[in-house]
């Protein structure tokens, strides 16, 4: 992540120094693809996914959960590619620090690749310990189940949408995908800078998969005790059902892939803390009633942890897939109701939900 990023408060924790400016994009104090490739970014983005997902999650003027705090914990190299020992080791790490510091947190991973049961079961044994998480459907038109993680049914995996209310043409579908949110030429930050109007525009399941974590972190926030099962009940029973058309949709899966687009609950009485108010939007929760429609889209430890991921794994599978960079020219602004969809006839006006995901931390195993 671009620590430095005013999406993240404009400051981070930088690991070479002893202080703290503003920020809520922070280094949690190992870099597992440092440790792997003998590298020393500790938890910077030389790649450009990782600051993007984790704005759309948690970011200033991108995000969803606007006061959560984010760890940057590096598990893809400059290319966006890495081993999944690495990415073990990662999530290992991730998990330790949750149950050390016992906050409510969510791990996202918008990353993916061959089907790796050695993965999914460290996935298995995350979930297990009670921390949820998400991640991407993947991009390459087929069975979301033959890849991993997206294959652990303990995984919140999210398929993307496109504007217009369409599943995107690109996503992964089938039994393994959870839910959907937009990911079609999306707006978020950039790394290459640091000010609020350094943005790119990315599309695919990563970004899909970011704007769920953001979610979960809301209902974190509202109950820190949630289950990942009950955040994935929550999140299916609040979705709206059968919003999206399939027609894009591969015949094999259109029966099977859930038609439930993230959503929301927005309450007319919410008392929301002035302090959590949410940085360049209007201030109308007392004004507003109905729903705050999600829609979005886009894809790509310690050495204490590195022998539990050589005993894991039998041979080093990469990472396929994480989004590219599309440099389309495209006018979006996020939290005006479905963020890629501003004219969309389910609804047209802004909300902002009442919980922010004060309180609630965000681990971005990415680039």
């Given at each position: 992540i671009r620590y430095d990023h005013c999406e993240f408060g404009g400051g981070a924790k930088y690991p070479d120094y002893n202080y703290v400016f503003g920020g809520r994009a922070k280094y949690p104090g190992y870099d597992p693809i440092d440790n792997y490739n003998d590298t020393n970014l500790e938890g910077r983005d030389c790649h450009g996914h990782g600051t993007h997902i984790a704005s759309l999650a948690v970011g200033n003027v991108s995000g969803l959960a606007r006061c959560a705090t984010v760890y940057s914990v590096r598990v893809?190299?400059?290319?966006?590619?890495?081993?999944y020992s690495v990415v073990i080791d990662g999530l290992n790490y991730a998990a330790s620090k949750v149950r050390m510091t016992?906050?409510?947190?969510?791990?996202?991973?918008?990353?993916g690749g061959s089907f790796s049961s050695s993965l999914n079961q460290v996935v298995t044994n995350v979930v297990n310990q009670g921390i949820p998480v998400v991640t991407s459907a993947g991009n390459g038109r087929g069975n979301a189940c033959t890849k991993s993680p997206a294959s652990n049914p303990g995984a919140i995996t999210v398929g993307s949408t496109l504007i217009g209310d369409y599943i995107n043409f690109n996503t992964n579908a089938g039994p393994c995908v959870d839910i959907l949110a937009p990911g079609a030429?999306?707006?978020a930050a950039s790394h290459t800078c640091s000010t609020c109007s350094c943005t790119k525009v990315v599309s695919g399941t990563s970004v899909a998969a970011a704007l769920v974590s953001g979610a979960v972190a809301l209902l974190l926030e509202k109950d820190p005790l949630l289950s990942p099962a009950n955040i994935s009940d929550e999140l299916k029973?609040?979705?709206l059902k059968n919003a999206i058309n399939y027609i894009l949709l591969d015949s094999h899966y259109k029966s099977n892939t859930n038609n439930c687009l993230l959503n929301i609950k927005h309450?007319?009485?919410c008392d929301v803390d002035s302090s959590h108010q949410v940085p360049f939007l209007p201030d109308e929760e007392e004004e507003t009633t109905g729903n705050?429609?999600?829609g979005l889209n886009v894809e790509t430890s310690h050495s204490t942890f590195e022998h539990i991921a050589n005993e894991l794994m039998q041979h080093e599978d990469n990472i396929e897939f994480i989004e590219k960079e599309n440099y389309a020219s495209i006018d979006m602004s996020w939290a005006v109701?479905?963020?890629d969809q501003v004219s969309s006839v389910l609804d047209n006006r802004p909300y902002t939900p009442c919980e922010c995901g004060n309180g609630v931390d965000v681990y971005v195993l990415d680039t």
């Open positions: 893809l190299d400059c290319n966006g590619r890495g081993p016992r906050r409510p947190s969510v791990i996202l991973m918008s990353l030429f999306v707006t029973e609040n979705c309450f007319v009485h705050y429609i999600i109701d479905r963020i």
